[in-house]
């Protein structure tokens, strides 16, 4: 049973777009959001976070939004740039238990 | 102040064999984490320390196990490889775990390993 999915396992986007990537989860008691990037031949690489009692937090280019009523969380990227180019990992978690990581989205930015 | 590092970077197993993986943390951080990566899959939680002490533990069968020291470095292990076990295995650090406070984990750059 995935607790936490990323149901695009790519996307394309054109530099200086917005790049949408898109998580769902399961289980209503996480309280704690986080994005992670990962490029090829490294660790992931904490990106961004939210909390639960928010729906927005942003960072720069970065922002991302939590819908607690539709258990749902997307990370916006604007203006995307060619070194955006990686793999986008979203995790959840509840208190202090481990986090749980979706399968992943390779983001590609197209200059 | 130096990252999460992981030791050895590439590895080559057969069958049936024993491999052991090393992960010292960022200085300071007391919790380490495991999470095994597979092509197609997500970052899967192998388990955590803090303190020397497991406090969490995936769904992982008994072959897999780990430590920590007091130096808050960590070992995991595999015993009787199988091919399916071959994954990039990462190591993850936080700073302490303290009631309901979340810490954000940083991680090193993995250990692949192949089965053959």
């Known amino acids: 049973d995935q607790q936490v999915k990323q149901n695009s396992p790519s996307l394309s986007v054109q530099e200086g777009r917005i790049s949408i990537l898109n998580c769902d989860y399961t289980?209503?008691?996480?309280?704690?959001f986080l994005w992670y990037k990962k490029y090829p031949a490294e660790g992931p690489t904490f990106l961004i976070s939210?909390?639960?009692?928010?729906d927005k937090n942003e960072d720069g280019r970065f922002t991302v939004f939590l819908n607690k009523s539709a258990k749902h969380l997307s990370l916006h990227i604007v203006p995307s740039q060619p070194g955006d180019s990686a793999v986008y990992f979203c995790?959840?978690?509840?208190?202090?238990?481990?986090?749980?990581f979706g399968k992943g989205t390779r983001l590609s930015v197209i200059a | 102040k130096a990252g999460v590092t992981q030791t050895p970077r590439y590895l080559i197993k057969t069958r049936g064999q024993q491999v052991t993986l090393s992960c010292s943390p960022i200085?300071?951080?007391?919790?380490v984490s495991w999470y095994q990566q597979t092509p197609g899959q997500g970052l899967q939680f192998l388990f955590e320390?803090?303190?020397?002490?497991?406090?969490n533990k995936g769904n992982f069968p008994g072959r897999f196990s780990g430590r920590q020291f007091s130096n808050s470095r960590s070992e995991m292990n595999v015993s009787t490889l199988e091919l399916g076990d071959s994954a990039l295995y990462l190591c993850?650090?936080?700073?302490?775990?303290?009631?309901?406070?979340?810490?954000?984990?940083?991680f090193g750059p993995g250990t692949r390993l192949l089965v053959l």
């Open positions: 289980n209503s008691m996480f309280d704690y």
């Open positions: 200085s300071g951080h007391r919790s």
């Open positions: 320390y803090f303190s020397e002490t497991q406090r």
């Open positions: 993850a650090s936080s700073l302490t775990v303290a009631g309901g406070l979340t810490e954000t984990q940083y």
């Open positions: 939210i909390s639960s009692i928010k």
């Open positions: 995790a959840a978690q509840r208190g202090n238990t481990p986090l749980v």
